[in-house]
């Protein structure tokens, strides 16, 4: 083996990773190029979201969709709430809420909505009631107290995803479909009556298709402990399932019902039912090669 050949490939393995994880860093001259792709390394790199295959109906065997809830105060979900401090982070870091909602203002999401099953779309302004407060102050000539939710205020992220069997590729596979940001009602924020259970509530602020957001959580990078020349985007840790979750509820005869409308009061029990529904899913890829 060609020693000396093997470790120029990998510096310059190391050195492309670098260069990617803070573009032009050392070939700047002022602080201001850096993080500026020249042209032809844009078109050289042509940095896309891996795109998903066609899959026919007819291929699907077996399906079912399931809403789960990704609680980002768990240690193995902290790389989608921070950083939330955005003055001190790299442009193309941001939090996962940050950067939803920044592609929607932007215009490269389009696809939002109100429910799971988007069937109502939003537009900017609706959202922005959703996550902006304006309070008068009663002084006249003085601006109005502004309240606006932050990526410290969201408690976790709801998914929409269908999981299904391949047949032609004999696997069981996951498809994400929607996600939202569960945050506080903006209208409790700056109200002293409320107690605080009431100012912990969490809503979906909105629904966003995810197949129209890939580009946009592509483009934002995840910080990677292991490895900081080599960071991972958002699309790639949401795809690969990178996070803990609970499962909220199924698709049912029952109109969909929450387990939380069928299992009442008991916390225990609602956890035991999520994870009986993971095991059913994990299960039947085994069944379908039992004869």
Request: proline letters at 3%.
């Amino acid at each position: 083996m060609n020693w000396k050949r093997f470790y120029v490939v990998i510096i310059a393995l190391a050195t492309s990773g670098l260069v990617n994880a803070q573009a032009n860093l050392l070939n700047a001259k002022k602080v201001d190029d850096i993080g500026k792709k020249s042209e032809a390394q844009i078109a050289s790199e042509d940095d896309k979201p891996l795109p998903y295959g066609y899959i026919s109906d007819r291929d699907v065997l077996w399906s079912k969709v399931v809403w789960e809830f990704v609680d980002i105060n768990q240690k193995i979900n902290l790389p989608y709430y921070y950083p939330i401090d955005t003055a001190s982070a790299a442009n193309n870091r941001r939090s996962l809420f940050d950067t939803l909602l920044r592609g929607v203002k932007n215009g490269e999401i389009k696809e939002v909505y109100a429910d799971s099953y988007f069937t109502t779309k939003v537009g900017e302004q609706e959202i922005d009631n959703m996550t902006r407060k304006e309070v008068d102050t009663g002084v006249e000539g003085e601006e109005p107290d502004v309240y606006t939710v932050q990526s410290a205020d969201i408690k976790g992220f709801m998914l929409k995803g269908l999981w299904y069997f391949d047949k032609r590729q004999g696997e069981l596979k996951y498809r994400l479909l929607g996600i939202a940001p569960m945050g506080p009602d903006v209208q409790v924020f700056g109200v002293e009556e409320l107690e605080d259970s009431d100012k912990d509530n969490m809503y979906e602020l909105f629904w966003v298709f995810y197949p129209d957001a890939r580009n946009t959580l592509h483009n934002a990078k995840v910080f990677n402990p292991q490895n900081s020349a080599q960071p991972i985007s958002y699309d790639n840790l949401l795809n690969a399932r990178r996070f803990n979750s609970t499962v909220m509820k199924e698709e049912n005869l029952y109109g969909d019902r929450a387990i939380k409308d069928y299992v009442r009061g008991n916390s225990l029990f609602q956890l035991l039912e999520a994870n009986r529904i993971k095991e059913g899913i994990r299960n039947r890829e085994m069944d379908m090669w039992n004869y």
